[in-house]
């Protein structure tokens, strides 16, 4: 194995991690908001999605079994993003030890350079919400009713200030999928001439879409639509 | 001094084969044991470098860049000669040596010339095994464009960046060898003296661009590959820091220089536009592959290239040589283009400029055509001047662009000092009075990868054991010479620059030992050049230490250089009563074009240093021909 | 025109340097940015100041000598070109304009506005070569290269090793360069033997130096010769490619191969 570890020492292959991790979570991402999108059909049919998520997999294995390897799936690959990100970060800083006097950047997008802070950002986000949806512990005034996500979600949103941070963490997260779903693209060195102009297209389509779709739950909850 | 050029005998086509049987050869495990000085990475100090490090022997390779990837040899754009025969248009081995003879205006050396067109094909094999992406045509096979000065199509070429591509191989080629430590790489190194140890080279006196300090380095024999002296013009094509320092402490050493007055003055350069300007912008000449060189019929002609009909143009270079038209040779072409300015006909400011015209390409081969053949040109031409080159005709005016003048080498590339052997422009062989385009990278190649390490062997057998140190009193004195003459320039503490003083002896060289020349004019030339040289060792300002990074000192000791070799030009011009391709005598011409004197001339003119102050020695090696017969060029 | 310049000086490598502000006056807008600091030195050795040190050769955008940061971009605002290429026209008469060194750990700087790059060519030793002697070649035409394949390989040599790409990354990432060099023989029928190994040591020796590509972008929009940032990605597949075959391997075809569909898709 210690072709993976040298692998892994170098700077392309942490990208390359990066990469693959990302599309991973990427693809639970899409998953989740495409479930969520079940607040639309009323209580009901969230609470029995979030229902079959337990018992996904049986009776071939134990209730739950799938979502935790899933979870630890999740927690495996959020790691390795993380941990890859900050040692290239701490690379990079090294690698330009004096700071320019002024500097422009002609190319780079907004989204590109928030990508480090975008990541807090969304880790702090993503603690959170656990903390709020999964965990049930009180990190604000809204009452966890367990086993009933519906009322959980629509009594959060209710609250403003953390409808206003799921909506903050969301744009961050938009931005963060906005270059990372085309920089994964440039790290696995997928591109040819024909594919090229549709990884932007992926890139922004998707960000747009997972976006959209995570706001627009704490606004409709905000503005009534979902009770 | 006796020259001996040491052409082996035997007919021409088999001089090459014949001479690398008679080398000794160098025992393979004997050639780590010889040092050997490379001094310049450009096409043929890189290539000769690397080779030399391939097979075996302790190479040092000394450049003045950061890199050695920087050399001018980068900047040729339009492509390198290859009697290969890939379009079956006629060419052959035989065909290039006689274009090449011939372009030269038969003042080169027969067997030289002969051997050049020979190894032409190796180096475009060598060339594409390195991985040089030379244009290829759509099945996959390579592609050749026409060049000046010949009717066969047998230039190879990258883009626009043909030498900068063919420097790429030997420069990756030297890296490995740098990364095998068989070369040692010393960059930011500039070459200050050649050390003669009992009358053999044996060393060099360097001086750090970084730290400034003076070191000598001992070898076995020494390679020049520094390029050429063209920036004694101050404005030419050539880079801002190439120069003739190399070669000139070399030519004091002993070395003879031959035919300093042969200077090219290349016909397609952008015109000067300001006093500011700090050097000439090369157009390639393959440009005048579809171009048409026009000016206006009529003296004062003012208005705008596209107002002027067609009656009232005149296309001088279709006019008078009809068989070749606007691919005359270089010299032919730049003379002719002076010739409309100073009869008033010339256009742009300063009227000092002719146009080259596409719209007929355009018309006939469509403007997508003509962005992939000279796109880069077309976009370097409007980047420079503002203007667009598909629209309105370039404005082109001939820039000083190459020497073929340098050190005298023998057939071996060895100069008159044994043990200094001197390759690429830095010698004189090949070109005679005028170089063909797309041949000076054919040269410089050949040269390094091929000749110099075939040669070398020859020479270094006689060196078995026969390594000096650097403390030989010899290395002593030229160490302490250099050291002198910095303190010298720093010490002046006069009041103008040293650009200053370079502009006036560019301006001073080129009214007078530029496209034409007059006895009268070289005279005078002569006397400035020395007033000029005299003040600038009194007047010339050189702030800063010797001990750093210091860019004023490192041009005073070139500019320095360039008025000794400024003098010897115009000597040599003087002495030479004829006009034979970059030398236009304007005593000696017929119906304006170059009237060669074969009877008294036809020799190699190798100048022989004998101190400061006296006049050089002239020493003279016939040329021969025994394969070509001597004959007027005509381009008619 | 006139322009103030706020041009970084700094005697020497472990000395701390400082903007200077110096007055350029009457500069004409044909000059060249080289040029009009070639003005402005003139003027300074007249008054007895020493002159602004930059590097610079060829003055015709090819031997990538010159370079420096202008208004915080490489090479100055106008893309695709090297500095001594860019003209005063692009600025305005008053204009301020800050001049400083590329800044890099991989570049420290010499004095003024120079910087080592020998970095850079340290790179290329890695394996930036086809590992050819001199009279090794077969005959050039026994090599066929389809001309979409050629021209892909000059877009990449087109590199002029300048360093803007490092200069201008916010990470200080050589990727740019090196990816350029891999790709120009990568790409050929000569550099298929070595293709593998040689990106290996490259990249390795890379990363000893420079920063690592968050794919910004920053580089290709300075390059001069407008090199594209395809070549990052390219080298990242061979890279990934040559660990997944292993370093000797010869059995295993390259898992991507796209080089026939480029010529089918480009041309």
Same mark, same amino acid.
């Given at each position: ?26 693809? %639970? ?17 969230? &609470?029995?999605?979030?229902? %079959? ?38 690379? &990079? ?67 403003? %200030? ?28 997928? &591109?040819?001439?024909?594919? &090229?102009? %549709? ?29 | ?71 001018? +040899?980068?900047?040729?754009? *339009? *492509? ?82 043909? *030498?900068?591509? =063919? ?49 000598? $380095? ?23 820091? +190439? ?148 629209? +309105? ?7 000083? $662009? ?99 003083? $370079?502009?006036?002896?560019? +301006? ?23 007033? =000029? ?104 | ?267």
């Amino acid at each position: 194995m210690s072709w993976l570890t040298n692998f892994y020492r170098s700077a392309v292959g942490k990208k390359a991690v990066m990469a693959v991790t990302g599309v991973f979570l990427f693809g %639970w991402i899409f998953a989740h908001m495409v479930g969520n999108l079940k607040l639309y059909l009323g209580a009901e049919h969230l &609470n029995e999605y979030a229902k %079959w998520l337990r018992v996904m997999g049986s009776p071939a294995m134990p209730n739950s079994s799938l979502l935790w390897l899933a979870r630890a799936a999740l927690v495996v690959a959020t790691w390795l993003h993380v941990q890859a990100a900050t040692q290239l970060t701490l690379m &990079n800083r090294a690698a330009r030890p004096i700071a320019y006097g002024e500097r422009e950047y002609p190319a780079a997008t907004y989204a590109a350079r928030t990508m480090r802070w975008g990541g807090v950002i969304i880790i702090l986000f993503v603690i959170y919400h656990l903390l709020h949806l999964t965990l049930g512990v009180h990190v604000n005034p809204a009452p966890f009713i367990e086993g009933d996500p519906y009322h959980n979600v629509v009594a959060g949103f209710q609250i403003w %200030w953390v409808s206003a941070f799921y909506i903050i963490a969301n744009l961050a997260l938009g931005l963060h999928l906005y270059h990372g779903l085309w920089s994964m693209f440039q790290s696995l060195g997928l &591109n040819t001439p024909k594919f &090229n102009a %549709w990884r932007r297209n992926f890139a922004t389509a998707f960000a747009a879409i997972i976006t959209a779709a995570n706001i627009s739950f704490p606004l409709a909850v905000m503005l009534g639509f979902v009770r | 001094m006796e020259l001996n050029a040491r052409i082996p005998a035997g007919p021409i086509a088999e001089k090459w084969a014949k001479a690398r049987f008679d080398y000794k050869l160098v025992n393979p495990a004997n050639k780590r044991k010889f040092d050997i000085i490379v001094v310049g990475a450009g096409l043929a100090g890189a290539s000769a470098a690397a080779t030399l490090g391939e097979l075996g022997y302790n190479v040092k390779c000394f450049v003045f860049h950061d890199s050695p990837r920087r050399a001018h +040899s980068i900047a040729a754009q *339009g *492509g390198i000669n290859a009697a290969k025969n890939y379009q079956n248009d006629g060419d052959s081995i035989r065909r290039l040596f006689y274009d090449t003879v011939k372009g030269g205006d038969y003042r080169s050396r027969e067997a030289n010339v002969y051997r050049l067109a020979e190894l032409s094909v190796n180096i475009i094999d060598q060339a594409v095994a390195q991985g040089v992406p030379l244009a290829r045509e759509y099945a996959g096979l390579l592609e050749n464009r026409s060049f000046g000065g010949v009717q066969v199509s047998r230039t190879f070429y990258a883009r626009g960046q043909t *030498g900068q591509q =063919l420097l790429l191989g030997a420069f990756q080629a030297l890296e490995r060898q740098i990364a095998l430590r068989r070369v040692q790489m010393f960059n930011r190194y500039e070459m200050l003296d050649l050390v003669v140890v009992d009358g053999q080279a044996k060393g060099i006196i360097t001086r750090s661009l970084l730290t400034g300090a003076i070191e000598a $380095h001992a070898a076995d024999a020494v390679v020049l590959g520094t390029g050429g002296y063209a920036n004694v013009f101050y404005l030419s094509t050539n880079a801002k820091a +190439s120069n003739a320092t190399a070669i000139w402490r070399a030519y004091r050493r002993g070395a003879a220089f031959a035919n300093p007055c042969y200077t090219q003055i290349h016909p397609t350069c952008i015109p000067q536009s300001g006093d500011y300007q700090s050097k000439l912008t090369l157009m390639s000449e393959s440009l005048r592959n579809d171009g048409r060189i026009w000016v206006p019929k009529n003296q004062g002609d003012n208005r705008v290239a596209d107002q002027i009909p067609e009656s009232e143009r005149d296309y001088y270079l279709e006019r008078k040589y009809p068989s070749y038209g606007n691919l005359a040779p270089r010299d032919i072409a730049s003379r002719a283009a002076k010739e409309v300015c100073d009869e008033g006909r010339g256009v742009g400011s300063g009227g000092r400029g002719v146009y080259l015209d596409f719209a007929d390409a355009i018309d006939r081969l469509g403007r997508p055509l003509i962005e992939e053949r000279y796109g880069n040109l077309f976009e370097m031409y409007a980047d420079i001047t503002a203007e667009n080159p598909y629209q +309105s005709p370039m404005r082109i005016y001939p820039a000083p $662009h190459y020497t073929m003048g340098g050190l005298w080498v023998d057939y071996n590339l060895m100069s008159t000092v044994p043990g200094l052997y001197v390759i690429g422009e830095a010698n004189f062989s090949d070109h005679g009075a005028n170089r063909l385009g797309a041949s000076a990278l054919m040269q410089g190649l050949a040269d390094g990868y091929f000749v110099l390490p075939t040669t070398i062997g020859d020479y270094l057998v006689t060196q078995m054991g026969k390594k000096v140190p650097t403390d030989r009193p010899e290395f002593k004195a030229a160490q302490q010479a250099v050291e002198e003459r910095i303190n010298r320039l720093i010490g002046a503490k006069g009041t103008r620059t040293v650009d200053s003083f $370079h502009r006036e002896l560019g +301006s001073i060289t080129w009214n007078y030992c530029g496209m034409a020349r007059s006895a009268e004019g070289l005279r005078k030339a002569i006397t400035e050049i020395r007033q =000029l040289r005299d003040q600038y060792w009194r007047e010339v300002r050189v702030l800063g230490s010797d001990e750093e990074p210091n860019q004023s000192l490192e041009k005073a000791g070139r500019v320095a250089d360039f008025f000794e070799l400024a003098e010897l030009m115009c000597t040599d011009a003087l002495h030479r009563n004829e006009s034979a391709g970059g030398h236009f005598r304007v005593e000696y011409q017929a119906d304006g074009e170059a009237k060669r004197n074969d009877a008294d001339y036809a020799y190699v003119a190798a100048w022989e240093f004998q101190g400061d102050g006296e006049p050089p020695r002239l020493n003279k090696e016939p040329l021969e021909y025994e394969n070509l017969h001597l004959a007027t060029r005509s381009y008619k | 025109m006139n322009l103030t310049l706020h041009v970084w000086r700094q005697k020497a490598r472990n000395t701390t340097g400082q903007f200077v502000t110096y007055k350029a006056t009457d500069v004409s807008p044909d000059a060249s940015f080289l040029e009009m600091l070639d003005v402005v030195n003139e003027t300074l050795i007249e008054k007895g100041e020493e002159p602004i040190l930059f590097e610079h050769d060829c003055r015709e955008g090819i031997c990538g000598s010159c370079g420096m940061m202008i208004n915080g971009v490489a090479h100055g605002p106008i893309g695709g070109t090297a500095t001594c290429q860019l003209h005063m026209r692009h600025f305005k008469d008053g204009d301020n304009i800050r001049i400083e060194p590329w800044r890099a750990r991989a570049f420290p700087v010499i004095k003024d506005l120079v910087v080592d790059r020998g970095s850079l060519d340290r790179i290329i030793q890695a394996g930036g070569y086809i590992s050819v002697n001199t009279g090794n070649a077969p005959e050039a035409n026994m090599i066929l290269v389809p001309k979409a394949v050629q021209e892909l390989s000059m877009d990449a040599a087109a590199c002029i090793q300048c360093g803007a790409c490092v200069a201008q990354c916010p990470n200080g990432a050589a990727q740019l360069f090196t990816s350029a060099k891999v790709a120009h023989l990568g790409v050929l029928p000569q550099g298929q033997p070595e293709r593998y190994e040689r990106v290996v040591k490259m990249v390795e020796v890379m990363e000893e130096m420079f920063g690592s590509c968050t794919n910004y972008g920053e580089c290709e929009a300075v390059c001069p010769k407008e090199i594209s940032i395809d070549f990052i990605a390219r080298m990242n597949r061979d890279y990934l490619v040559a660990q997944f075959r292993g370093p000797r391997s010869t059995i295993l075809p390259p898992l991507f191969n796209t080089e026939e569909e480029l010529v089918t898709n480009e041309t």
